[in-house]
């Protein structure tokens, strides 16, 4: 009677332990919130050099209300991976300049996510759903918030994950198209690491921030990033008010609606935090 209660105990348990194991992986989501709830705490970043701002006034973590948020320290264990996937739909190559047009609205709770092939591996597509829900129904993972766009791909995930800071960088790659070089400018933002048709969205942004910005840009060149104030400098604040918006809705895939922190430090709650975890991390270091 002894060894029959032991042998229920355990099959209890067992039953028990894998209910629990059920439930917590229907629920599993790679998605902390939707949005961050105010009021927040500082500044949402991952300060350089260049930034103007120190860890205490921007770090990579945000904390609204009672609840923080953080994500993982993406190095190469994360990174490295991401550029190993196949994608079999990428966007088609940009034929006019998106400026031209005012930028197009997006139906409000929107994600981009990447499902992976069921018979390929490290091959995936990229869909946009109506939410997040959708997505992880469908089996997908949410690699951002909004539309997805020309740089939604894995391949520049990594580029915005292992360079925090891009302003220096994609400058450059400016001043290389100044006089009409596109090719020369282009060929730079793809040697950043960008594939070519979130290449051709940044060479499209550049250009225009140059036309409606360079007198303030000029004056900045050495300049932080921030003023002692918190805010943008003036140069890189113009390119978010008059460039921001189609870039935004063109590329899909920005750092904010990725819940990556940067060099630049942004208010927590234009932040959509998300862990970019896609099944072939890397944990034996290498």
């Known amino acids: 009677m002894r060894a029959m209660a032991i042998v229920e105990c355990i099959l209890l348990c067992f039953l028990l332990c894998t ?19 105010g009021p927040c705490q500082g500044l949402y970043g991952l300060p350089s050099a260049n930034t103007g701002l120190d860890s205490d006034r921007c770090k990579p ?7 923080t948020w953080a994500p993982p320290k993406y190095d190469a264990t994360w990174s490295e991976p991401l550029l190993k996937w196949k994608l079999t739909n990428p966007p088609a190559l940009l034929k006019e300049d998106p400026y031209n047009k005012p930028a197009p609205k ?40 909004g539309p997805c766009g020309q740089c939604s791909s894995l391949q520049n995930l990594h580029v915005y994950m292992t360079k925090t800071d891009l302003t220096g960088p994609v400058r ?51 300049s932080p990033h921030h003023t002692k104030d918190g805010k943008l400098n003036e140069c890189i604040q113009c390119d978010e008010d008059k460039s921001g918006d189609v870039f935004k809705a063109i ?11 940067s060099a630049l430090c942004r208010p927590p709650e234009s932040v959509r935090p998300i862990t970019h975890d896609y099944g072939n991390r890397k944990t034996d270091g290498t």
Request: net charge positive; hydrophobic share 35%; charged share 15%.
């Open 19 to 37: 209910l629990f194991v059920v439930g917590c992986n229907s629920n599993h989501s790679n998605v902390f919130a939707e949005t961050l709830e």
């Open 61 to 67: 973590s945000c904390t609204c209300g009672n609840v």
């Open 106 to 145: 997006s139906p409000k709770g929107t994600v981009c996510a990447m499902l992976p092939a069921p018979n390929e591996a490290l091959t995936y597509s990229l869909k946009t759903y109506p939410g997040v829900q959708e997505a992880e129904a469908a089996g997908a993972r949410v690699t951002h918030f």
């Open 172 to 222: 450059s790659c400016a001043i290389k198209g100044l006089g009409g070089n596109d090719k020369a400018a282009l060929k730079c933002l793809e040697e950043i690491g960008f594939d070519q048709p979130c290449a051709q969205i940044w060479f499209y942004n550049t250009t225009h921030t140059r036309q409606k910005c360079l007198s303030k840009c000029l004056l900045l060149l050495e």
């Open 251 to 261: 590329s899909g895939r920005t750092r904010r609606n990725s819940g990556l922190p």
